[in-house]
């Protein structure tokens, strides 16, 4: 236990900062974690690990629009929860800080894709993991690529991708840099082998022919949904995973949340049936969560308009939540289970 | 028969900009050239298919081997109305998507020569004449040499639509399949005999349709009175309640029905309302109701479905506008894609045409 660490926050309000803040935060960050600014020497000062960065841009969408709302349920749905979590006996506190939104232009995608890969940048370079809530998948471009750009030409990276469409076009219309050619620009990348890179989840006919064949020519090992309905989630995700974490030195892990079964999540772009359920996603991010550190984490095509009841933005943050507790347990940053509620109101 | 030999065609609306076409299994490709076919569809068909005039010369002279159409009624119904609006909502929910299935490598579009019927013609307040409108459609269908994919419309569709099959097969005999939540077996309703409620009552009427080659599947929860359960047991029409579908799973369920309904017959009339699916997944509805079927089940239903196929597959009781995430439209269009797709793959796998 270390005594200069204030445990409160592990037990339910106790009256002062502890009750103040629930559901009031004051400032709306994601797990109310501290904003700070996004800049590389303002983030080394900090001793958290992952950066939280929110991407409201939706000007690479094919489909319904609405994905630029993501960050912010995306943060609100994260004030519902706490920074303990008692089936890891982690606690998540101290562990993130939130560096705001990625300023966007509007109407200037190409300026707001060159501000994506900087943000992204910034954060790698102060050796913090980039949490990145967009947005529509076309961020997950620039992401990767500012990841590629960071480990440098004589490192591996891998990639494992969650979604219900292989976003595998070469071109869409002739424009190159939209979310359906998201896993083509990506898989384009000096430094990812084939060998290294899993999609999770394929399914339904927004997978055109060109996807399959581009899948084919370029040797990707892509898990369509009806391979779960038989081998079922757990064996595929360690599969997946193994590909991904198998001789690489740093890995990307994308969840486009339309890889979730329309009911499980209908506040997305583009819903989609037959997906995965909400327990399969929670067995798949602690299964991915053994593996202790990841080097970027994005989560995209949060559409909030059509989340009514708000249980989609919540699975989300619960996803990534839970992949953080996981990877700290997996790290062995556990909490003294010896702690007791009587211990702090003796030390008062 | 080849593309070249019939007058099916799927032409691309876009004239002008920088549209290229390529050739034609373009579509079956996500736009690469041109302008973008994805979000401007020009005439919202299903599918983006060609328009055929629901005529059965029209039909044939087309080639057309699945006939999509739709019955914007919901006055044949006893509960919420609004599933008029059923067909286009599938409409739409198609312009999201490509009609090339990877899962069963099938461009459906060009292996049944899809066409867009467009709406069945319905009379307010007119229960009767509207479903004589939509016998005689359907039957236009039939005789027009293609399958037919009916979408409601409120679940009263059935009652001509198996008339309309039956006597097309009026040499012959036919299946009659029921999946939904309620067993819809009421002689009547307050009087009225051809409501929503009376689907297998007034199939195992008609005189080529036999209780062996009946069965309903997917029942479940307490709309459902004494008097449709007992029709069930008195006639020895088969059930499958819900219950039974989640302890023996949705595949070998779907392979019985269907075994049952091709069982000597020559033609099957398969309704499936959309209520048989959970509320969760299907909120969209005139009556959801919990405990059904889930995300894949609903795949999976239809998927072993196709591998049997049916002349007449009906989606009915869709009603988009109580969704507002707009899911219960995509998973409808999906029931009928991946019937078709598995259908497809079914067929040539065993070197057949439809």
Redesign the interface.
Known sequence: MNPAKSYAHLFSPLGGEGGENYRAPGQLTFLRAPHVPLETEALKAQSARYAFVGVPFDEGN???PGSEDGPREFRIASQEYLSYWFEFGVDLYGLAVDCGDVPMPKVNPDSARERIYRAVTTVLKAGKTPIIVGGDRSISIQAARALSDHIGTGKKMGCLHFGAHLDL??????EKLLS?CALARITELPNLPAANVAHIG???????????DLAKARGLRFY???EI?DRGIDAVTREAVERVWTGTDAQYLSFNFNVM????A??VT??????L?SREIVQVADIIGERKTVSLIDVTELAPV???SGTTSRLAVCTVLRLMAAMARARGELVDQRLRRSDLTAAE | MSEAQTGWQHVPHQHRG?HQHEGADDH?????????T??SQGIATFMGAPYCPPDRKAIRAMGAKVCFIGVPWDQGQVVRAGTSQGAAGIREAST????????Y?V?LLTFFRVVDCGDIPVVPGNNTKSHEYIYDYLTECLHGGAKVVLCGGDHSVPIPGARALSDFHKNGTIGYLHVDCHLDAAPDWAGNAFTNCSGPSRALDLPNCNAKNMVHMGSRNGLNPKDWHDFFVDNAVGLIPMQDVARRGVVECTKEIFTRAWDGTDGVYFSWDTDSI?S??MPGTTAPECFGL???E???LARTAGTFGADIMEVSELCPQFD????SI??AA?MI?HFLGSRAKTLRDRGQQP
């Open positions: 094919v489909g319904k076009a070469d071109s869409w219309a002739g359906t394929a399914r339904n006919s927004m997978n055109p022919k060109d996807y399959i369509p949904m009806f309905y079964d329309a009911s499980a209908p506040g583009a819903t989609e049936p037959g997906g359920e059509f989340d009514v | 920088p079956v490709y996500s736009p690469k050239l041109h302008n973008g994805f979000k999201q998507y490509f009609p090339y299935m990877f899962e490598d461009d959970d969760s997944c889930k995300g894949r609903i795949v999976q507002v995430s707009h899911i995509k998973t999906l894609y």
